[in-house]
């Protein structure tokens, strides 16, 4: 064991004596930190804005003054994803998909106004983050510095001194691969740091563990693979090439690849196309602004049977807000069904393209890190969800009042002078039909079911990289 | 007993024998040396007493013990001196022994150090100094302080006089006896005929990979007979 | 002469430099054949959306009596089909929308609805020529040219072929410009096989060739810079991949957060929510208060603001057209911003020729932010045309008849 160390801390001096290597240090735990520092502050910001654009769009709906209880309906309100506190470590999709909602009668809107669309196109790496940083570029750094890490001892013929001294080739492994690991751990740091930050404003500790765990596994299975290289190679030219391969197949054709295939495999028809085809479903349920269309019309006779009348003016209720009530619930049936349908195969799709993460650890370590920081398509459906929840809450509370409260003759005959049309406002206190909304990613637990195929992917590279390292490290000969 | 035993070695490096059963012995206290030229397999048993290569047939023992039975075993009785021998570039000289002899296992302080490196006349100046800023002679002087330091009952050298100048061939030449004298087994590589007779109890001519004889220093004589290892060195090369 | 021939001999046996090349070629096929694909399936969307479209304006005919009731319920499909070069670099189309579902309601309210595709897609990116040539081509470049002279350096033959050479450095340049035009002709040979395909015009495949000449030149150059430093070729390679990371990555990510710094632009919820706001509140503001901020935009219609107590659709039409009006400020400083941001990011691309070659290839493709922004103008004269048509219809009482719908406009489709 004591070799082994002797060997690691060897090592970590020739990283610091070395210029190109303390260099590259330098830099990368720079890029690091100054990354890290960014993206904290611009998710941190993001979070305190849009809590605070909740909170104004909540108090205006409850100000809103006394009026018919349809024109809330169609007044609508907003509802803002609030980025999760790791988010400062990974925003995922955060600046891809909208983060607002309008949530209105009788329509599901998209989420609006992703970041994406207002920021300047550079070639496609300028949203770095810190994420993308481990995720991408770490890895070049262990490559610069490790590649090296036996073949060097072998071009330079200070291998065969090593073992004269009877280290075996194991205890050399080992040794080079506790230095390069413990380079890894020490660049875990920002990380870690941003975790603990993130776990004080309300992260699940459990979370952030696993995000720290997901990237040391994940560092591990660079930091066997560059060791496994340096050992096999027969050049330092040729150990640097095959990494360099290797990171640009990983980190930037697979997971391409892998969105390719996933999008023409399995198409999502576009927002407009369901729009349109759902048109004539939407149709069928009927306009319930109009409650003497011919499809209310079987609601209209059940409710007269109902209550033994022949008028629905003698109704004790407002046939009005029935029907209004009757087909929000049909069409939210029918935009339910869907959007389940385009929410599963969106999954369905990133399933798929995530399944190439047994070819690309990148991409694992990517899908698993958006899956703990609660900022994947998961957390994004079900804000979706959650956002449609509130939707159909408070416009079928509106519709309550409208069937409850409001008198029948009122209501139709609510256009004929400014005092009938009075007659139709209900008091503002019934807004508050709206609850108070604040998004929250799924529980701690869930995530890390989430993240436990990436992890598990990861795993399979470790173990597999480990083994074929073990075979390589007995063979080690000058 | 040997301390170092070639039994009948044959030795192949990519499909070519490179060592034709090859057989000599040497017992604690003696000097031996290993006289070719180029391609004629001095390296390679050297290489063989230290497990790097493995014999197809035949075997090489150290201490009574077969290599490839105990391959860390024999590393740990044998200091070796490769050819050309290079150190870390990066490292002074103090670091370089430091960190060698402790993957070796062996203890040292400072002062044990100095000493290595007085016997072997490395100017205390450059002592600090990183080694990449060395001549090739000062280089090979801390490689031999090295073996030195490690204390092992036997020292394998390959070609340890390189790059040295004739004075320093000269107290390297002594610093074997007196190493020898003290108890140490000693085998030397070389293509110097006339260094190799002044230093050795015995030398071995090898050709192609055979042994093709053997010169032994008479009892009461200092060195062995420079002309006749010349005529059969001389005879081979032609 | 012979020089070139036994250099092009030398490259046809070093396996690792033909490994390069092999995967330029691959990288280039794949960017480029699943850019066709893409753009054809963009356009297949297309057609079928404005089949679809035009069947949905079918049943709509007829449906309903009142040009109210007429404006309402019709949507109309706006669109930005792809360019024929498009394939070769994606660009805004991946995050930016393409295609617009509007009536004629408050167009504030419609215009910034995204029909994305998955988002962890667009988190990847797309694989596209344009990321090919201008973020993979320099890495092959650095591992075909980074041990040029260092491998001989260390082999020792360094001073042997200087000295050999007739004059001193000129199997360098040699060997350089074969590898250098190899790769450029693995990386634009697909490209031009794609544009014979689909027809691309000569003028832009020229373009984008030189871009893709120009932007290799660049690197050929660093390479030839860091080569004289005479390192060896780890300390190279790892020197020219940092360069890499720097002006592919870092500087872009730079310019992003000091661009966005520079040019603020309005929330873009912002917009929405005092569109919004302003066209509910109108609900309970006097009708007056509608009309007279209309009738200052179009006071051709001050006779017909007559508005009575019961729900009139010109009254309703009135304040949705006012919503835009009063969002107009934050509207037209949220589109300035963006086109601010856009030139701004395009000077400072100069200091990342990667960037600056994505950029060049998709304003060839049509694919730019500008683009982009040209076709949200697009949407927004044709909305303006929409209203134009139907507020004769609305303010004068008009029947609904056949003909009259005939006149409607229709999305003016612009070939690219």
Redesign the interface.
């Known amino acids: 064991m004591s070799r082994i160390l002797t060997i690691a801390h060897a090592e970590w001096r020739l990283w610091l004596r070395s210029r190109l290597a303390f260099g590259a240090l330098l830099i990368t735990a720079l890029l690091l930190t100054s990354t890290s520092v960014v993206t904290a502050l611009r998710m941190s910001e993001a979070h305190h804005a849009r809590i605070h654009q909740q909170a104004v769009a909540e108090a205006t709906f409850l100000s809103q003054p006394d009026r018919h209880p349809h024109r809330m309906v169609h007044y609508g309100h907003y509802v803002f994803r609030v980025p999760p506190p790791l988010s400062v470590i990974d925003p995922g999709v955060d600046s891809v998909t909208g983060q607002s909602m309008f949530l209105e009668g009788h329509r599901q809107n998209t989420a609006m106004f992703a970041d994406a669309r207002a920021s300047a196109e550079l070639g496609g790496f300028e949203d770095l983050t810190t994420a993308l940083a481990y995720q991408l570029f770490l890895p070049l750094l262990l490559i610069a510095i490790g590649h090296g890490l036996i073949i060097r001892e072998r071009e330079e013929t200070t291998l065969v001194p090593l073992l004269a001294q009877g280290v075996t080739g194991t205890e050399l492994y080992a040794g080079k691969g506790i230095a390069l690991v413990g380079l890894s751990l020490a660049l875990l740091l920002p990380l870690a740091v941003m975790c603990a930050v993130a776990v004080g404003r309300g992260a699940a500790p459990l979370a952030s563990a696993g995000v720290i765990g997901l990237y040391a596994l994940y560092l591990l299975v660079w930091c066997s693979l560059i060791l496994l290289v340096s050992s096999v190679a027969r050049s330092r030219s040729l150990a640097l090439g095959i990494l360099a391969l290797v990171w640009l197949g990983t980190a930037l054709i697979i997971p391409r690849i892998g969105v390719e295939s996933a999008s023409s495999l399995i198409p999502v028809p576009g927002k407009i196309e369901t729009d349109l085809n759902m048109q004539a479903e939407l149709r069928a349920v009927g306009d319930g602004h109009n409650a003497s269309a011919p499809e209310f019309r079987q609601l209209q006779a059940d409710l007269l049977a109902q209550y033994d009348v022949t008028r629905v003016e003698d109704l004790p209720v407002n046939f009005r807000g029935v029907v209004a009530r009757a087909a929000e619930a049909d069409l939210t049936e029918v935009m339910n069904r869907h959007a389940e349908e385009r929410m599963a195969l969106e999954a369905g799709q990133a399933r798929f393209a995530a399944s190439f993460g047994w070819l690309s650890p990148v991409l694992a370590v990517a899908a698993g890190s958006r899956a703990l920081s609660g900022t994947d398509l998961a957390t994004h459906h079900r804000f979706l969800r959650e956002a449609e929840v509130v939707r159909f809450d408070f416009v079928q509370g509106l519709n309550r009042v409208h069937v409850e409260q409001l008198a029948y003759g009122d209501d139709i005959n609510r256009n004929i002078d400014a005092e009938a049309s009075k007659r139709t406002r209900m008091s503002a206190e019934n807004w508050n039909v709206l609850d108070e909304f604040t998004f929250r990613p799924a529980a701690a637990t869930e995530r890390l079911a989430r993240a436990s195929t990436p992890a598990a992917m990861l795993f399979a590279w470790l173990l597999m990289l480990a083994a074929i390292g073990a075979l390589a490290a007995r063979r080690v000969q000058p | 007993m040997p301390v170092l035993n070639a039994k009948a070695l044959t030795v192949e490096r990519s499909g070519q024998q490179v060592l034709k059963d090859v057989s000599f012995s040497m017992q604690q206290g003696q000097v031996h040396a290993l006289l070719g030229g180029n391609g004629a397999g001095k390296s390679t048993t050297l290489l063989t007493f230290?497990g790097?290569l493995t014999p197809v047939s035949g075997s090489a023992h150290v201490q009574g013990r077969a290599v490839s039975e105990n391959v860390?075993a024999a590393?740990?009785a044998?200091?070796?001196l490769?050819e050309?021998?290079?150190?870390?570039g990066?490292?002074n000289a103090y670091?370089n022994l430091r960190?060698?002899?402790?993957?070796?296992?062996t203890d040292t302080d400072r002062r044990a150090l100095d000493a290595a490196l007085d016997r072997v006349a490395l100017q205390a100046e450059a002592r600090e100094m990183r080694m990449q800023t060395y001549s090739k002679g000062m280089r090979q002087k801390v490689?031999i302080a090295?073996a030195i330091l490690?204390e092992t009952p036997i020292l394998l050298l390959d070609e340890p006089t390189a790059g040295l100048d004739p004075a320093a061939i000269d107290d390297f030449n002594r610093l074997v006896r007196d190493l020898a004298e003290a108890g140490r087994t000693v085998l030397l590589v070389t293509h110097d005929v006339y260094g190799a007779c002044h230093v050795a109890d015995r030398i071995h001519l090898l050709h192609k990979g055979e042994l093709v004889g053997s010169f032994d220093r008479p009892s009461g004589m200092d060195r062995i007979d420079t002309e006749a290892v010349h005529a059969a060195f001389a005879a081979h090369a032609a | 002469m012979t020089g070139s021939f036994r250099e092009l001999r030398f490259l046809a046996k070093d396996r690792a430099a033909l490994l390069w090349l092999g995967i330029a070629v691959l990288v280039a096929g794949l960017s480029v054949f699943l850019g066709l694909r893409e753009v054809a399936a963009q356009r297949t969307v297309l057609n079928e959306l404005i089949e679809v479209d035009r069947a949905e304006r079918d049943v709509l005919r007829g449906l309903h009596q009142d040009w109210g009731d007429v404006a309402y319920y019709t949507f109309h499909l706006t669109h930005d089909s792809p360019s024929d070069f498009a394939f070769a670099a994606l660009g805004q189309r991946d995050t930016s929308p393409w295609k617009h579902h509007i009536r004629a309601l408050a167009l504030e309210g419609q215009i910034y609805e995204t029909d994305a595709e998955n988002p962890d897609f667009a988190l990847i990116g797309r694989f596209d020529f344009a990321f090919a040539a201008s973020m993979l081509a320099p890495l092959l470049l650095i591992l075909l040219l980074h041990d040029l002279r260092s491998r001989e350096r260390a082999a020792g033959r360094y001073e042997l072929l200087g000295a050999t050479a007739a004059s001193r450095g000129s199997p360098w340049f040699v060997r350089a410009v074969l590898r250098v035009g190899a790769l450029t002709l693995c990386l634009l040979v697909p490209l031009w096989a794609a544009g014979l395909l689909v027809g691309t015009g000569a003028a832009k495949l020229a373009l984008a060739s030189l871009v893709v000449a120009l932007h290799i030149g660049f690197w050929w150059g660093f390479c030839a810079f860091v080569d004289r430093f005479g390192w060896s070729s780890p300390v190279n390679l790892t020197a020219l991949i940092g360069a890499w990371l720097a002006l592919a990555v870092v500087v872009p990510a730079a310019i992003e957060s000091s661009v966005e710094t520079a040019v603020p632009v309005p929330e873009g919820g912002e917009v929405m929510l005092t569109q919004r706001e302003a066209v509910n509140d109108a609900w309970d503001l006097p009708k007056s208060a509608t009309m007279e901020p209309f009738v200052e935009r179009h006071p051709e219609w001050a006779d017909y603001t007559q508005v009575g107590q019961s729900f009139e659709w010109k009254w309703y039409y009135a304040f949705q057209q006012v919503g835009d009006q009063i969002v107009e400020p934050l509207s037209r400083a949220y589109r300035e911003g963006r086109i601010r941001r856009d030139r701004l990011a395009g000077t400072l691309a100069w200091l990342a020729p990667p960037a600056l070659s994505t950029r060049a290839l998709q304003a060839i493709a049509g694919t730019s932010m500008a683009d982009s922004l040209a076709y949200e103008q697009r949407v927004r004269d044709f909305h303006a045309a929409l209203r134009g048509y139907y507020y004769p219809r609305l303010f004068r009482d008009e029947v609904v008849s056949d003909a009259s719908l005939g006149q409607r406009p229709e999305f003016p489709v612009v070939g690219k």
């Open positions: 230290l790097f860390s590393r740990q044998i200091a070796y490769p050309a021998a290079t150190l870390y990066h490292l670091e960190y060698f002899l402790s993957l070796a296992k490689a090295m490690r």
